[in-house]
């Protein structure tokens, strides 16, 4: 085992939902990653699609049962003092497959806590040889460092921001209605009003977004964020592109986001000239999806992209079909989103 000591941190991160291009959805989810080294710890794991157990709507005690355990104040919930790292953001099920370590105090006496033997676990007992995370850990962490960071969850009095509702404003109450259905859908509270005049703060304080139509006249708008403004209240403001809903999903997904810029796997996308440029900052599977409204206002998907890229910049062709008329792209990974207009 290495004598080197890890940084350990954490940081609020997101599991994206959305309306997908084939008509599914997939759930939104909050959670506290792992910091190790200044860097999430899941962007080490091969684009594995999981939450870390630190989820914001797991109950309070549960949570606090999952901080105690990684503390080694509470017993390992599996086999060989192991705990689960990431699960399944759907149903969080072993028999769905996690990411799972040995969580212990250094047998050297140092105050020092120790993740080691990782591995993809699906049964009772963990296979190190067969399904093990040879490249990952040991790591050992300071023990001080280490507990400070999670006893300030518990310190926080709630898992993480819950804020996870959105105010809708628009004229078209139509579109509002599927695109309130759609955020339910995917996990986020969405409520349909003419403007903000009158809700009182301990309301206002349950949103995290305001995502405003396109025909909302100014007045309006500067309405809306001056009630948000005196009651001290700092709230995402999100400007619909279209009337169609996978993006405006994908926007408010989007404002939604409260992990920190510089941990984001997708940090830009814009499309011109028949291609999108996007910006990676780890390897990860990355879908694009075209929208465009056509004569009669109907939406037209186009899967542009379903792939793994390398970090970097990217630039990626854009089918003529995509980019007709009034069209929009839409960059997905499993914990970012980004969506831009298709400018010819």
Not at 10 to 27: E, F, S, T
Not at 51 to 73: K, Y
Not at 150 to 171: N, S
Not at 252 to 260: F, Q, T, Y
């Amino acid at each position: 085992m290495s004598a080197e000591y890890a940084t350990f941190g954490l940081a609020p991160a997101m599991r994206a939902g959305g309306v997908l291009a084939n008509g599914d959805y997939q759930v939104h989810r909050d959670f506290v990653d792992f910091i190790v080294n200044g860097r999430p710890l899941l962007f080490q794991l091969s684009d594995l699609d999981a939450v870390s157990p630190l989820a914001s709507d797991v109950p309070p005690a549960i949570f606090t049962h999952h901080v105690r355990g990684l503390l080694l104040e509470a017993e390992a919930p599996l086999l060989d003092d192991r705990h689960v790292i990431y699960g399944c953001p759907e149903c969080e099920g072993l028999e769905c497959g996690a990411v799972t370590a040995v969580i212990e105090q250094a047998p050297d006496g140092t105050d020092t806590y120790v993740w080691r033997d990782f591995a993809w676990q699906t049964a009772e007992r963990a296979d190190l040889k067969l399904n093990g995370y040879h490249g990952i850990g040991p790591f050992r962490f300071r023990g001080a460092e280490y507990r400070e960071a999670l006893r300030q969850l518990l310190a926080d009095g709630e898992p993480a921001a819950r804020r996870r509702r959105v105010l809708l404003i628009g004229a078209r109450v139509a579109v509002l209605a599927k695109l309130a259905a759609a955020l339910r859908t995917i996990g986020v509270g969405a409520e349909i009003a003419a403007d903000a005049a009158g809700v009182p703060p301990d309301e206002l304080r349950t949103y995290g977004a305001v995502a405003f139509g396109r025909s909302v006249p100014a007045e309006t708008r500067e309405g809306v964020r001056a009630a948000f403004e005196g009651a001290g209240l700092q709230v995402a403001y999100v400007d619909g592109l279209a009337p169609i809903i996978p993006l405006l999903v994908a926007q408010i997904e989007h404002a939604l986001d409260r992990s920190p810029l510089e941990l984001r796997r997708l940090t830009r996308l814009a499309a011109a000239d028949g291609a999108a440029g996007v910006d990676i900052t780890s390897t990860c599977r990355v879908q694009l999806t075209a929208y465009r409204l056509d004569r009669l206002s109907r939406t037209q998907t186009h899967q542009v992209f379903d792939g793994v890229l390398e970090p970097g910049e990217h630039r990626i062709t854009l089918d003529r079909k995509a980019t007709k008329g009034e069209s929009y792209v839409v960059a997905r990974t499993t914990d970012s989103v980004l969506t831009a207009p298709i400018v010819r």
